[in-house]
């Protein structure tokens, strides 16, 4: 079955950089594209930006311009999300999801990433 | 503040019916189709249950329905059943500019 599973929980000091993996399987992995949403602790859901993982696109909102980052490896059928420069209000959980046409199935099981000195 | 506008919470009984709305612009909701709902259950992954304003994928009971008018969407919950309480997301495509914007999240209570 279409399958999406992400690295384990992270903690990191304000300043540092997280890199978080969603491993792809039982689907063509270029075949569609992977956005990530995150969830703040209270808060809801906050789209962070797409990758396509045929030729590499990514699309950003302007919020995240400069400070994330996808990358992906088909060789692994692996999409990575890099954010820099963490703030405490970046604690949150990061899903990663198949994007199908701007709309989100599969999800990844999540991500806590805690943002603490 | 959430591009989309989401009441923070609904409830109906069991077997009842229940509509959340999602309310957006002419940028978003009001121009493309691609409005998408979510069924969120704390600890786990949401869950697609709707996606181009009324479609049901897979596995979806069709309880679940969807509808759009102007720059208001809805998810209409019948037959209210316990397994339904949870937090329901709406999401639409907002253009090249902004791409996906969610609603802030509707709880859902089954009394």
């Known amino acids: 079955q279409v399958q999406l599973m992400q690295s384990g929980a992270e903690g990191k000091e304000p300043g540092a950089s997280v890199k978080v993996s969603c491993k792809a399987s039982g689907y063509t992995f270029t075949n569609y594209g992977i956005s990530w949403v995150r969830q703040a602790p209270g808060q809801g859901l906050e789209w962070m930006g797409w990758i396509s993982p045929l030729n590499g696109n990514t699309n950003y909102p302007q919020k995240f311009q400069g400070r994330v980052t996808m990358t992906t490896d088909t060789s692994t059928s692996t999409v990575y999300m890099e954010l820099r420069s963490l703030k405490s209000d970046d604690t949150a959980v990061y899903y990663c999801?198949?994007?199908?046409?701007?709309?989100?199935?599969?999800w990844g099981q999540g991500t806590l990433v805690t943002v603490s000195s | 503040q959430s591009a989309l506008t989401q009441p923070p919470s609904a409830s109906g009984s069991p077997g009842q019916s229940v509509a959340i709305s999602c309310t957006g612009t002419s940028g978003d909701v009001g121009t493309y189709d691609y409005v998408s709902w979510y069924q969120h259950h704390p600890g786990k992954a949401p869950k697609l249950m709707i996606y181009e304003v009324n479609k049901r994928p897979s596995g979806v009971p069709d309880r679940f329905s969807g509808s759009k008018s102007g720059n208001t969407a809805s998810l209409t919950v019948s037959g209210l059943q316990a397994e339904d309480e949870a937090d329901y997301y709406c999401?639409?495509?907002?253009?090249?500019?902004?791409?996906?914007?969610f609603g802030g999240g509707t709880k859902l209570t089954v009394l």
């Open positions: 999801a198949r994007d199908n046409w701007n709309s989100f199935d599969p």
């Open positions: 999401s639409s495509y907002a253009g090249s500019a902004y791409f996906i914007v």
